[in-house]
């Protein structure tokens, strides 16, 4: 977790996400986002932080995702003739559970009707996920628009991956290991500055390793054990230095 920034009373995230992108150092990198921030000024203010995007489509822009799903059809129809693509499938297996990941990515010059549409805009995107376990299969599918090129397949697949880390992560412990949830904190700045305060401590229990267990069982041996709190809070050697 790098940042926070709270969310005014009666907003939501479009307010919120582009002041904390001012304060967080993005260049290079790639912004992933829920289809809450598919806002045009978001996206131009990525572009002009100088970095890429990749951001889920639904059905909050109208006919967009309509429209994304339609291009992906009709290119499949064809076997995408004519249209500059990339795809790739992956497979993941766990303890009982078989997962297949195909990836597909269209240029957006073939594309006329997408143009100019989306600051920075040069691909649209689809991930289709098979899950197959306890003798059931699923399938779902998501659709992105992204500045990245067509051909730029693995880091649009490392950046869907990742973006579905975030909830695994960060939010899942938080909730989990912290309680944050069932927190009943709500007078002036107290859910705020709690809320930072344990995703410091979140940080700082994932960068200790020599404890294997959960984060949940490293966060009460900290509060049990003084010389292993000493190695969760100096476990980032820059502290040290």
Request: proline share 2%.
């Amino acid at each position: 977790m790098l940042g926070q920034v709270k969310t005014e009373e009666k907003s939501n995230e479009i307010t919120a996400v582009p002041k904390l992108l001012e304060k967080i150092d993005i260049e290079g990198s790639i912004v992933t986002l829920d289809a809450m921030g598919c806002q045009t000024k978001i996206q131009q203010q990525i572009i002009n932080q100088h970095t890429d995007y990749v951001v889920n489509s639904k059905g909050n822009q109208g006919s967009l995702g309509k429209e994304i799903k339609a291009l992906f059809v009709h290119g499949g129809s064809f076997q995408y003739k004519k249209i500059y693509n990339r795809h790739k499938i992956e497979k993941v297996r766990g303890r009982s559970r078989m997962e297949t990941r195909k990836y597909s990515l269209i240029r957006l010059r073939d594309c006329p009707e997408f143009e100019h549409r989306w600051p920075g805009l040069r691909s649209i995107g689809r991930l289709i996920v098979k899950r197959t376990g306890n003798h059931k299969t699923t399938e779902s599918v998501r659709y992105f628009i992204t500045s990245l090129a067509y051909d730029d397949i693995d880091n649009f697949m490392h950046s869907a991956r990742k973006h579905w880390d975030i909830e695994i992560n960060l939010h899942w412990p938080l909730n989990v290991a912290f309680r944050e949830d069932a927190s009943r904190m709500r007078v002036g700045f107290s859910a705020e500055n709690i809320g930072l305060i344990r995703c410091i401590a979140l940080n700082l229990l994932k960068q200790e390793t020599t404890h294997k267990r959960g984060i949940e069982s490293r966060r009460k041996r900290a509060g049990w054990d003084r010389d292993y709190l000493w190695k969760v809070l100096t476990a980032d050697q820059t502290i040290i230095k």
